[in-house]
């Protein structure tokens, strides 16, 4: 059975991955500061991001997205390993996304990944200290220009 602490971690750790897919979604960089801890390191490098800080990863997601008029975060299915004040988690995220092309015409299509994460309580909650996207699979990408800052671009 589940200690009250417990039920209460996870609950937070839920809420903190749904505040991290708003904030993306949202295009409100700056909620990220309550989502990781500002040394975390963010590695979006298997899905064609940079590596990074939160103060290098905000700029960078600011123009990267600029090119997708729409998307969406969807977080679900979390193994989590809790260690007192520590945490590990693997997470499953589907992201349908709008390209917009050169001639106008939207184009949809779907990656599917894991978020490796590890979490730290802090003063003020739960954060994320480590993330690192592992992609498992997308449909329907369309040829785009390499995001500049990420690795090739």
Known sequence: MLSLEEISDRLEIQDLFARYSFAIDDRDYDALDSVFTPDAVIDYTEAGGIKGKPSEIKPWLAAAMKRFPMFQHMVATTELKLDGDRAKSRTILFNPMVYRKTDGEDQIFFIGLWYHDEL???????????????MSYSYNTPEMEPIPGASGG
């Open 120 to 134: 730290v309580r802090t003063a003020d909650g739960w954060r994320i200290t480590s993330r690192r996207e592992q």
